[in-house]
């Protein structure tokens, strides 16, 4: 498929706004019906992060809570965010009634004041940040530039390049003072080319790729590891909000990647709990693609 074509399906199902229909979930869940993995509900498994404190933005649903799941059946203790306070504290509850450590504390990544609260109630707290997902992040309506209304263009570069940025900004003199940290920065597909009508979207992923380059080589030599991760499509409420915005679907988008069909967000945690292991220690300042070959 040429990338023109590439280019014009993705489009079509890319990040948008409204609401979950039962159609759009029964679509996506045709579209995995590959191979799909198993969810990772239950908190169970091996071992690699006990006594480790992990850090997430944007736990409340999605990627981040399979992520903060993902963590907690390995023994990490995870302390994340996320606005919707009802949804935290059931996230947190949740993985605690099943045997994890978790609290969840709201906050709003476009507040320094927030962002400050939060790393500081998890240092007072845990007494370290070992691992940083900043994962927080919001989708564009379908829009083109000059359409496009400032008031937008400003929320979501806020929440997803200023909200990365002062998640290390007050991560990472913590991480120095500890002698050593690991961050994922949730980047995206679309950090690395041009989706039409995305683009408060698209540049503040851009953003979070130089961003994550940025401070990986300004840290390299403090023993703190610094990557982000591009996912392509995974079936979360945004992808889902999106293809509502975007009247389209899941086998639709699918077919535009090589593996043809919507990545589950827990293999995305999977590839974030990789990047944050031993396995990992020499990757630096990278952007991996977990697209499922998108960017082959
Ligand atoms: N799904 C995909 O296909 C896809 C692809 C590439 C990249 N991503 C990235 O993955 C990340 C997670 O998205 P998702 O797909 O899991 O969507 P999601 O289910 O909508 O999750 C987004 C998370 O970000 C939080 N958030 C949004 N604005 C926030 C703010 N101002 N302050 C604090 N938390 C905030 C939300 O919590 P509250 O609403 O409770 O605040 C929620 O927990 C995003 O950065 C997204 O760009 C997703």
Known sequence: MSNINRRRIITTGAVGAVGLTAAVATQSAKANTQNPPEPQSVVSGGNRFADKVVLITGATSGIGESTARAFAAEGATVHFCGRREALGEQVAQSIQGAGGKATYQRADVRSEEDIKAFVDTCVSRYG?????????????????????????????????????FLSMKHELPQMLRQGSGIIVNNASVSAHTGFATIAPYSASKHAVVSLTKVAALEYADKNIRVNSIAPGAVDTPM??????????????????????????PEEIARSVLFLCSDEATCIVGTDLDATGGYLA
């Not at 997902?133 to 008031?151: D, H, I, K, M, Q």
């Not at 293809?243 to 090589?258: G, S």
């Open 128 to 164: 370290a940040i070992d691992i940083a997902f900043n994962n927080a992040g919001v989708e564009s309506s379908p829009a083109t530039v000059a359409e496009r209304p400032l008031e937008e263009w400003m929320n979501v570069m806020t929440t997803n390049a200023t909200g990365v």
């Open 239 to 264: 992808l889902r909000r999106a293809m509502a915005a975007w009247n389209t679907n899941a086998e639709t988008i699918a077919q535009d990647y090589p593996i043809q069909r919507i990545v589950m």
